[in-house]
């Protein structure tokens, strides 16, 4: 998709189709709906007032109003889409309404649309707070790019080809807004692309997405991006003595792949500023190994390397970026397979660390490789880690579908992340990991053993795992199975890979920038 930003009135824009939102400014909870139109063009207005008086539209949050050729205008198509209650309207709202116009217009084979930007001046200071223009720039870029996206790409009958393009129109402003909304914009395109990167990774089925493939393409996206990419083999992590990766790939027939990525601010970081390690799990398919998985929904395992592709779409964000700190990311990806030569419950194998595991469940793989991850980006001068990973069933039964679980050993950089995290409308949520848990996972043959031995909290279970190979380093892991993928279709995204946690991760690497 080819994305435009013009300071234009959209009623003089020939379009397919312009799209404009609407809010709800009626107040208190008898009130009967009240739509107002955020755009200040009187053909827009006049096109759409009539419809509102008459009841039929009520501006609920992605709700839609088609008008064909509106009087006035140069757009053949106008939509009106809703974001709801005008008191509660975010920039949250305005990236869903985005996606709803491009979701709206892909079925119905329009391939070319125009987005209004909403204008908060069209409504009076009792209606609605002011918008802050730079974010909402940021959200309709994003909500755009993020609705393009489809899962469809192997159907020989695909009828949701991607939109060609999209145009954000913005009617008088000073300069001032418009260097705000310009970089806005440019930023939410970067977000916008590097998501649905991560996405289209996560999409792909286990047999073309091997470790070896998503090898291949983060080195290409890294080229591409001017990051420094190194894609290492079995060879190297036997070297590293990283038991614990070993261990999980070796019932594979396919190769593992450790791939470090690194990005150098352009100006050198004063010495002794941090070095942020962004650390991945790349399960690109996960049977359970000898502990099986039951064949019900197993073919959902493809997704179990989101945490990877989360790091890699977030990489390319800050490739593009440039803040002004020191980042690598270490994905360490291989496949969890059954096989005369994988490994068992009651093996003992012994992590890069030194620290020895026992293996009670062999179905408990994603610790295992991140263990060996974590380890290794401290060894590379990692002084903050954070880890995406879909670690564990649990955290949905903990958490349900919407929030993904952030555990942490320190509180100040939880602080960063929870500073920056909400302004992208992605959901955490902290949860405990303090030394009471560390009894679930005491073994009595090994060091630590790689289940609970507890079936209760077994989301807190899998991160006291990882927080025995943080250390001491401050450390932030995030368990993205619940959210990672979505199973029904929404008015602003398709069903599939959400691509969580490339925007908030991205945005938690921009709060160490100096
Ligand atoms: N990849 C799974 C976790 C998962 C489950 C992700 C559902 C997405 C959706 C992970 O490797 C796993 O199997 N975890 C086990 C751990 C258990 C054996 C302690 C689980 O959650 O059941
Ligand atoms: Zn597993
Ligand atoms: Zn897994």
């Known amino acids: 998709m080819d994305t435009k930003l013009l300071f234009q009135d959209p009623a003089s824009f020939a379009t397919p189709l312009l799209a404009v939102f609407a809010v709800d400014i009626a107040v208190g909870d008898g009130e009967p709906p009240s739509p107002a139109l955020l755009s200040t063009s009187d053909p827009l207005a ?43 309207l975010s920039v949250h709202e305005i990236r869903k309404g985005a996606g709803v116009a491009v979701r709206f217009a892909k079925p119905r084979g329009i391939y070319e649309l125009a987005i209004a930007f909403p204008e908060d001046r069209a409504l009076s200071d009792e209606h609605m707070e002011a918008l802050p223009c730079h974010h909402t720039s940021r959200a309709i870029a994003e909500g755009t790019l993020i609705a393009d996206f489809d899962i469809d790409i192997y159907r020989s009958d695909r009828k949701d080809h991607a939109i060609k393009l999209a145009s954000m129109l913005v009617k008088e402003n000073d300069t001032k807004s418009q260097t705000e909304i310009q970089a806005g914009f440019d930023e939410g395109v970067i977000f916008g ?53 070993a261990a999980v790939t070796q019932g594979s027939s396919e190769p593992p792949a450790l791939i470090v990525m690194r990005y150098e601010p352009p100006t050198a970081p004063p010495e002794g500023s941090p070095v942020l390690a962004l650390v991945g799990k790349g399960i ?123 555990f942490s050993n320190d509180d100040e950089t939880t602080r960063h992340f929870l500073d920056v995290y909400p302004a992208t409308g992605e959901k955490f949520w902290r949860m405990p990991c303090t030394d009471d848990y560390r009894e ?9 053993m790689n289940t609970g031995g507890s ?25 993205i199975a619940g959210t990672a993928w979505i199973d029904d279709n929404k008015p602003w995204q398709s069903k599939g890979p959400s691509g969580i946690g490339v925007r908030s991760i991205a945005e938690w690497v921009r709060s160490y920038a100096v």
């Open 46 to 88: 006049k096109a759409a007032t009539p419809w509102f008086d008459s009841g039929e539209f009520k501006a609920a949050l992605g709700e839609t109003l088609l008008l064909h050729s509106p009087s006035n205008a140069k757009a053949e198509r106008l939509l009106v889409i809703g974001l709801g209650k005008a008191k509660s």
């Open 193 to 245: 692309h590097a998501q649905n990167f991560a996405r289209s990774l996560v999409n792909e089925p286990g047999n073309v997405l091997t470790p070896s493939e998503l090898g291949r393409r983060t080195a290409a996206m890294c080229a591409e991006q001017g990051l420094q990419c190194e894609v290492h083999s079995i060879d190297k992590i036997l070297e590293l003595k990283m038991g614990a990766l």
């Open 284 to 406: 690109t398919f996960d049977t359970g190994g000898i502990s099986i998985k039951p064949a019900e929904n197993m073919d959902k395992m493809k997704y179990d390397m989101a945490g990877a592709a989360a790091m890699i779409g977030a990489m390319q964000a800050i490739a593009q970026l440039k803040p002004n700190v020191r980042v690598m990311s270490i994905v360490c990806s291989c496949e969890n397979m059954p096989d005369g030569k994988a490994f068992k419950p009651g093996d003992v194998i012994t992590a890069m660390s030194g620290k020895t595991i026992e293996i009670l469940n062999t179905d408990a793989e994603g610790r295992l490789v991140l263990a060996d991850g974590l380890h290794y980006a401290k060894t590379l001068g990692a002084t903050h880690l954070i880890n995406a990973a879909t670690l564990t069933g649990a955290i949905s039964v903990a958490l349900g579908l919407l929030n993904a679980g952030l």
């Open 440 to 448: 679930q996972i005491r073994s009595q043959i090994a060091d630590i």
């Open 455 to 479: 079936r209760y909290g077994g989301a807190i279970s899998a991160a006291m795992f990882l927080k025995e190979f943080a250390g001491e380093t401050p450390w932030i892991h995030l368990d």
